[in-house]
């Protein structure tokens, strides 16, 4: 049974820098996502991640978060660099995964009902003060 376990969430001042990581166990995932959800609102894509037999192609995000998240992986681990951190980016994060059909480039997870994701760990906070 596939698995991901989130980590490297915590409290941080405004424009401070946070490295999460997201491990993956059980599955091999080529689709990969950071999701955050702030307290009352809508679970938000932020970054996506996509390899096949090739390789890695060009990681897509948010564009509240263009140009200050990176999303990286290795075999096992997906990580998501925030740097210039901001109080909006307070919240909740989520890595996801998808396999088979939906998975086929980096933007995956765009344009898709979060709830039709089948994999995602529990979740790390992260809390930036202004």
């Known amino acids: 049974q596939g698995q991901l376990v989130e980590s490297g969430g915590g409290s941080v001042e405004a424009g401070g820098s946070l490295t999460l990581s997201c491990t993956i166990s059980?599955?091999?995932?080529?689709?990969l996502a950071w999701f955050r959800q702030p307290p009352g609102k809508e679970r938000e894509g932020v970054a996506g991640h996509y390899t096949n037999i090739v390789g890695s192609t060009t990681p897509t995000y948010a564009e509240s978060v263009k140009g200050r998240f990176t999303i990286s992986r290795t075999q096992k681990t997906v990580f998501l660099q925030m740097n210039t951190l901001k109080p909006e980016d307070t919240a909740m994060y989520y890595c996801?995964?998808?396999?088979?059909?939906?998975?086929?480039?980096?933007?995956?997870?765009?344009?898709?009902?979060?709830?039709?994701?089948?994999?995602w760990g529990k979740g790390t906070q992260v809390t930036v003060s202004s």
């Open positions: 059980g599955f091999d995932a080529s689709c």
């Open positions: 996801a995964a998808m396999v088979g059909i939906g998975c086929y480039s980096s933007s995956w997870y765009k344009n898709r009902d979060w709830r039709e994701i089948p994999y």
